[in-house]
């Protein structure tokens, strides 16, 4: 008799001994099928069958239309079978039919084994017993008789005995030292399944013994709030209890003493791997989280945090799990403060994959998730131009979503999709330093320390625009003290770009000069080009340009992305005025970031040089809004000098040309 394999986890299905599939054909073959295995070997009557099948309303030829389902059923599981010759699988027996498999060929029953098993053992054993349960899930149990009746009871037993053993794992795991690893799969355990208490209570102790209290006490304070408004319940006593000891720092939470650093990371990457060999989705998922916080370790850790990311919502996109990316995709919420992207290749397939994500959440619930998947539209659309509305549409539905949850982590993340989209015109440095205002305060009250990085860096900014550089000094030294204490490396780029930025605009243009070549050194393996590229000859050139000096530059210089914008007054600094007139009548609209008014001003400075009023005029109606600001400070890392003097020299340039 050769072996056949039945699966109920997920959609009902067999394979045979070598593991291909066997064809059940059509849905009602299927539903006998799934049928006998939930009686588990009992005979099941052919007219509970009937009734079952047809819902109370049977045809005529019902009883012979179950004997033909099961007759193919037979040929199709016991295909070398002699005709005439009873089966030895799916039986008659009195009244009806039993499926007489053995335990261990039906994947529930193996399940269920496995986790009552797992209970006896210690947890070194017990965690990848559990594992090997947790895999053989395809998805919901009985998947394609979601609706039927006789699957029901069935199905909810399952789902809670997965449930338990999601957090018996979760326990083994914390036992065993491994809290990191516990909390990636807590927290997507809890985002589907917010009722379980036993949860929350596991992922908060976890989330402490990984050193993120702030983010456990944020745990507990999410689950009450969703307890009390979805459920109309009280957190149990475990919850609270657990609050009390985190927020007192309570010894039996300790998970005990630990080796250095490296053997921790070690012993703790060994077991993951020799726990999950397989999860594909817990393991996108934890990627995810780790790639997370490898993006501010440094430029090393940036760069590959990008690569990583993009692998991992591309294969979760594959699985067909909408849920599953929503979450890939969100729970990347890098703190992000320079507007114009690294890779805009990737930042375009990742907007792609939120918006198609977007539409496949199942409608009702998922607010959360939608709200992360909004903010990361937001967040990596920086840079378009001004008119880029979707993306500013999705700031705003984020930020007011994120309100509604009253969520601090989501609340951050929209916040930072905002800032990214306040560029649609020039003069907005106040509205941004409202934005980093917020982000700074609610990250601080919650532990966000990141976020709380960059709220100061935006403020540092905002207060860069208006040349109010005692408050930007205040703000770039409490970003690195933060930096220092939380080993932030990449915050120094900024600071040190800003403190460049100050002497530029402060001091004489040979100090300026100095500071800003010193700055440049630090962009060497930030991981950041959409940062690097072009801007060391950019800030030079708007230095000359703020202090009145000669255009000058290296034939040779790679402008980056700036090359439009810079290149035309190159080329009349060279006396080549007729080329120069071309590339203005072709030049693109300055892109909608941090450095709008610099750019701006090198287009206004051009025109009038060549009495192009057409560009003139818009180059007037861009900047008037910003009069009161340093053109490109509100950058924090370079300026062409006042607004006000490029709209003064717009102004003298048509005065002249009328006359």
């Known amino acids: 008799m050769r072996v056949v394999e039945f699966g109920v986890l997920g959609a009902v299905a067999a394979w045979d001994g070598s593991g291909e599939p066997i064809a059940l054909r059509g849905p009602r073959h299927r539903a006998v099928l799934a049928r006998l295995l939930v009686a588990r070997r009992k005979v099941v009557p052919v007219s509970r069958l009937v009734e079952d099948l ?3 309303e049977p045809p005529a ?4 239309a179950v004997r033909t389902f099961v007759a193919g059923l037979r040929r199709a599981l016991e295909p070398e079978r002699p005709r ?7 039986v008659t027996e009195g009244p009806g039919y039993a499926l007489r498999t053995e335990p261990a060929h039906v994947d529930a029953w193996r399940f269920e084994h496995t986790v009552a098993a797992a209970a006896d053992l210690p947890p070194a054993q017990a965690a990848p017993r559990l594992t090997e349960a947790l895999e053989l899930w395809r998805g919901p149990a009985y998947a394609d008789f979601a609706e039927e009746t006789w699957a029901r009871a069935e ?23 491994a809290a990191a690893d516990a909390a990636a799969d807590l927290d997507a355990h809890v985002a589907e399944h917010p009722w379980r208490e036993d949860g929350w209570q596991l992922l908060a102790v976890a989330l402490y013994r990984s050193g993120r209290q702030a983010d456990a006490l944020s745990v507990l304070r999410r689950a009450r709030e969703l307890l009390r408004e979805h459920l109309g319940v009280e957190p149990g006593p475990r919850l609270s209890r657990t609050e009390q000891d985190i927020l007192r720092h309570a010894g039996h939470l300790d998970p005990g003493p630990t080796d250095a650093a490296a053997q921790v990371w070690a012993e703790a990457s060994a077991s993951y791997e020799s726990m999950v060999p397989l999860r594909a989705r817990t393991r996108l998922e934890s990627t995810a989280v780790l790639m997370r916080d490898l993006a501010v370790t440094g430029g090393g850790g940036l760069e590959a945090a990008r690569r990583h990311r993009a692998a ?3 294969a979760a996109e594959q699985l067909g799990d909408p849920q599953l990316t929503a979450r890939v995709i969100g729970v990347y919420d ?8 690294d890779d805009p290749d990737q930042a375009d397939r990742l ?5 198609r994500t977007l539409r496949l959440l199942p409608p009702g619930g998922h607010e959360a998730a939608r709200t992360r998947l909004l903010a990361t539209v937001a967040v990596e659309s920086r840079g378009t131009l001004p008119d880029g509305t979707r993306a500013l549409q999705a700031a705003h539905q984020a930020v007011a979503s994120a309100r509604r949850l009253e969520d601090a982590n989501l609340l951050v993340f929209a916040l930072n999709g905002l800032f990214m989209q306040s560029f649609e015109r020039a003069g907005l440095s106040a509205r941004r330093d409202g934005i980093g205002a917020e982000i700074a305060e609610v990250a601080a009250r919650h532990g966000l320390f990141t976020y709380e990085v960059l709220g100061r860096l935006i403020r540092m900014q905002a207060h860069s625009a208006t040349a109010d550089f005692a408050a930007a000094d205040e703000h770039a030294a409490a970003a690195d003290a933060l930096a220092e204490r939380h080993e932030l490396p990449l915050v120094a780029v900024f600071t040190t770009w800003y403190r460049a930025l100050r002497t530029a605009a402060t001091e004489p243009p040979h100090r300026g000069e100095a500071a800003y070549r010193q700055a440049a050194k630090s962009l060497t393996g930030a991981g950041m080009p959409g ?17 009145g000096l000669p255009v000058t530059a290296d034939p040779h210089t790679d402008w980056g992305p700036y090359e439009p914008f810079v290149r035309p007054l190159l080329l009349l600094a060279e006396g080549q005025d007729r080329d120069a007139v071309r590339l203005l009548a072709g030049v693109p609209e300055p892109p909608g970031d941090l450095l709008y008014e610099a750019l701006w001003s090198l287009l206004a400075r051009a025109a009038i040089q060549v009495g192009d009023r057409a560009l003139m005029r818009r180059a007037r109606s861009a900047l008037e809004p910003a009069r009161g600001e340093l053109a490109g400070a509100a950058s924090g890392v370079l300026t062409a000098g006042p607004v006000a003097g490029h709209l003064d020299a717009l102004a003298a340039a048509f005065t002249v040309h009328a006359s």
């Open 334 to 341: 890098v703190p992000a403060v320079w507007t114009r992207s």
């Open 351 to 355: 907007v792609g994959a939120a918006e």
């Open 61 to 64: 030829d019902a009883v012979g």
């Open 155 to 177: 199905r909810s037993r399952l789902a809670g005995l997965r449930l338990t053993a999601v957090e018996r794992r979760a326990e083994a795991q914390l036992a065993l030292g």
């Open 312 to 314: 991992a919502v591309a």
């Open 54 to 56: 047809w819902a109370g």
């Open 84 to 90: 005439r010759t009873p089966s030895r699988l799916l």
């Open 531 to 547: 940062l690097e590229r072009g801007l060391l000859p950019l800030a030079l050139l708007c230095l000359r340009l703020h202090h």
